[in-house]
């Protein structure tokens, strides 16, 4: 379509106008958001970050812009089951049936293992999250799916905990019915720290369903975007990171659109003004 020459120099010469550099201006910011958070924030939560950083901004006016750059948050797909059952071995009792949600740390971990596709080989990743803010507290990479990886996994819980000064007697650390989970020396470990065990059913995701999906973004965040991995430390790096993030930066809807570490502290602050209300008191 042929355009008079006038009309095509006085759109070149056009001053922008205030909305259009303010357009420019949050596209950066956008694309920045979106790559500091591995690509897996959605519209929502970039629009929630920016506001959270001071960048007043409409949430229709992110989706826009997302749109026009390409943007789009991680989208999750299913994958499959890891934890194989000891017909054998002995089942604690279901202590937790499907109730995800306990009114604070400390009370309930989940904890689950999943697997990574390697250029050397199939490398698997336990996690052991406290239920109340979803935090992951605990995680472990190996290249078998044993008894001693779950075993790490769950000192590095019990560690975390006690380095914050937390005593983890009767917590309720809930899992299925994998063999490594049911071994003799992970029920013995968890004895002995006073960890109440608690196993869901055989083949019900549901049973199990916190751990699953953490699995689940782990997966969808971090380790299909950046395939292919290459060895089992590469993978170990990049999950330390991944935790890191989870834990302190990740906006979680669960937890009131704030990190689960920000939850946890939001917690334990409001149960100290509480304390210190109740001494003024007396």
Not at 108 to 126: E, I, M, P
Request: hydrophobic fraction near 35%.
């Amino acid at each position: 379509m042929k355009i008079a020459p006038s009309t095509y120099y006085e759109h070149r010469n056009r001053t922008p106008t205030e909305r259009e550099n303010r357009d420019e201006e949050l596209k950066v910011e956008i694309t920045r958001v979106h790559r500091e958070n591995y690509d897996a924030y959605g519209a929502r939560k970039v629009w929630l970050q920016l506001n959270r950083e001071g960048i007043g901004v409409a949430r229709c006016r992110v989706e826009r812009l997302m749109r026009g750059l390409g943007l789009r948050g991680a989208v999750r797909g299913r994958g499959k089951r890891t934890t194989i059952a000891d017909p054998a071995a002995v089942r604690p009792a279901d202590l937790v049936r499907r109730k995800f949600s306990p009114a604070a740390p400390n009370r309930l971990w989940v904890a689950d293992f999943t697997y990574v596709s390697t250029w050397s080989g199939w490398v698997y990743v336990a996690f052991v999250v406290d239920a109340y803010a979803r935090r992951i507290i605990g995680w472990r990479t190996g290249t078998s799916m044993t008894t001693a990886l779950v075993l790490d996994a769950i000192e590095h819980a019990i560690w975390t905990r006690n380095r914050e000064g937390w005593d983890v007697k009767d917590v309720v650390h809930h899992n299925d019915r994998g063999s490594q989970y049911t071994s003799i020396a992970f029920t013995e470990r968890l004895a002995e720290a006073g960890i109440q065990p608690s196993v869901g059913a055989v083949g019900s995701s549901y049973d199990n369903a916190l751990a699953e999906t953490i699995n689940g973004l782990y997966k969808t965040e971090l380790i299909k975007p950046r395939a292919p991995w290459r060895t089992v430390d590469h993978v170990e790096l990049a999950t330390a990171e991944w935790v890191d993030w989870f834990n302190h930066r990740r906006l979680y809807q669960y937890c009131g659109d704030m990190p689960p570490a920000e939850m946890e502290a939001a917690y334990y602050a409001q149960q100290s003004t509480q304390q210190s209300a109740e001494l003024s008191h007396q």
